[in-house]
C-alpha cells in the first residue's frame, strides 16, 4: 500500500538573494509524488474494489500516466493508455516514464485503436461497470481532494511561523493545481496568493482551462506575464538554469515545468519593491524520472559535452 508522506516536507534556501521555502511534494512518496500524485490522492484513498481497469490518456511521457501505473499496480487495476503518437525509437528503446510505466504493467496504444469512443473528449472521470475514466493529466474535479490537502498543509506552515502574508508560485500546464489551491485558501479563508505561470499554449489557453473548471474570476490564481512557450520546446537557456538551480539548492527539479516555473518567479520577484513580498513559497513539481529523457533530448541539441 502506497503511503504518502503527510506533510510534504520544506525546504528553505536562498537564489538570487530571496529567501524561498521549497514546498517538497516530490517527497511525498518516491514512485508517487509532485502534483499528479496531488491530483491522484482522491483515488489511492477511495474505495476500489469494483474497479477491474483505469483508463487515461495524453503524452507517451507524462508523469500522470507513469503516476497512474504506480496507484494501478498498487491496487492491482490493469491501465489501459492512449495517445496520440508512439515514437519507433521510443517502443524500441524504452526510457523514462514510459518505460517505468511499462513496468508496472501498463498497456499503451494509439487513440485510433481507442474503443471508448467518448474518452477524447472526457473532462470528467466517469465509472462505467468496472471500468474508470480519468481525464488527462488529471484535469478533473476529484483532483481538487488532494489540493485541499496541500492548502492545509501550507495553511498550517504558515500558522506555525506567524506569517503575515504568503506568495505561492507553481507553473501550469492545465492549470488545474493552481486553480483548486487559490480557490481552497479563499473557500477556507486564508489571504495567501497564488502565482502561475503558463508552460503550455501561453495565458489565453490557461485563463480559458479555469474558467473551464470554475467560472469565477476572483477564484482563478494571478497568471504572471511572460513569453509564451510552447510545451515540450528545448531551450538551451532554460537548461543552463535547470542545472544552476541544482547547484546552488542541491535539489533536483523537474526539467519541464520547473525550470520555466522558478525562473519567471525570480523575474517576478525582481520587478516588486520588498514591501510587496509575502514570505515566498515555491511547490516543487516532482516528476524527475521524466528528466532522463529530456536530458538525452537537450544532449541532442544542445551537445553533448552538456552537464548532467
Same mark, same amino acid.
Given at each position: ?6 506533510? =510534504?516536507? =520544506? ?7 530571496f @529567501?524561498?521555502?521549497i ?9 508517487? /509524488?509532485? @502534483?499528479?500524485?496531488r ?17 487515461s490518456?495524453?503524452?507517451?511521457q507524462? @508523469? !500522470?500516466m ?7 499496480? *498498487? ?16 517502443q524500441e528503446?524504452?526510457?523514462?516514464n514510459?518505460?517505468e !510505466?511499462?513496468? @508496472? ?7 485510433? #485503436?481507442?474503443?471508448? *469512443?467518448?474518452?477524447?473528449?472526457? =473532462? ?18 476529484? =483532483? ?7 492548502? #492545509? ?24 493545481? !493552481? ?12 489571504? /495567501? ?10 495565458e ?7 474558467f473551464d473548471?470554475?467560472?469565477?474570476? *476572483? ?6 506575464k ?5 510545451f ?7 537548461y543552463?538554469f ?40 515555491y511547490?516543487?513539481?516532482?516528476g524527475?524520472?521524466? #528528466? ?9 541539441k544542445?551537445?553533448?559535452?552538456i552537464?548532467?
Amino acid at each position: 500500500m502506497i503511503e504518502i508522506r503527510q506533510p =510534504s516536507p =520544506s525546504t528553505c534556501i536562498n537564489f538570487d538573494g530571496f @529567501n524561498i521555502v521549497i514546498k517538497r511534494d516530490d517527497l511525498l512518496h518516491p514512485d508517487f /509524488s509532485g @502534483n499528479k500524485a496531488r491530483k491522484f490522492i482522491y483515488f489511492l484513498e477511495k474505495d476500489l474494489t469494483d474497479i477491474k481497469k483505469i483508463v487515461s490518456f495524453g503524452s507517451n511521457q507524462s @508523469n !500522470a500516466m507513469y503516476s497512474l501505473s504506480v496507484l494501478c499496480k *498498487d491496487r492491482g487495476i490493469e491501465f489501459y493508455y492512449f495517445v496520440d503518437h508512439l515514437p519507433a525509437y521510443l517502443q524500441e528503446n524504452p526510457a523514462g516514464n514510459y518505460k517505468e !510505466a511499462l513496468k @508496472n504493467g501498463m498497456k499503451i496504444d494509439l487513440f485510433k #485503436n481507442c474503443p471508448y *469512443d467518448f474518452l477524447k473528449d472526457l =473532462s470528467r472521470t466517469v465509472q462505467k461497470e468496472d471500468t474508470l475514466f480519468i481525464p488527462e493529466g488529471g484535469r478533473c474535479e476529484t =483532483s481538487k481532494y488532494g489540493i485541499i490537502m496541500l492548502t #492545509n498543509e501550507l495553511i498550517a506552515y504558515k500558522k506555525e511561523r506567524s506569517i503575515e502574508k504568503m506568495d505561492i508560485y507553481l507553473p501550469s500546464g492545465t492549470g488545474t493545481t !493552481a486553480l483548486f489551491l487559490q480557490q481552497s485558501l479563499k473557500e477556507l479563508n486564508d489571504s /495567501s496568493k497564488v502565482y502561475t505561470v503558463a508552460c503550455v499554449g501561453g495565458e489565453e489557453y490557461l485563463r480559458k482551462q479555469f474558467f473551464d473548471l470554475c467560472d469565477e474570476v *476572483d477564484m482563478h490564481p494571478t497568471i504572471l506575464k511572460t513569453k509564451k512557450y510552447h510545451f515540450g520546446k528545448l531551450d538551451c537557456k532554460l537548461y543552463d538554469f535547470w542545472i544552476e538551480l541544482r547547484q546552488k539548492t542541491l535539489i533536483e527539479f523537474d526539467l519541464l515545468y520547473d525550470p520555466i516555473g522558478f525562473s519567471e518567479m525570480i523575474k517576478h520577484l525582481k520587478r516588486l519593491k520588498a514591501d510587496d513580498m509575502g514570505e515566498i513559497v515555491y511547490i516543487h513539481q516532482g516528476g524527475v524520472k521524466g #528528466n532522463e529523457t529530456m536530458i538525452q533530448r537537450y544532449k541532442r541539441k544542445c551537445g553533448e559535452d552538456i552537464q548532467r
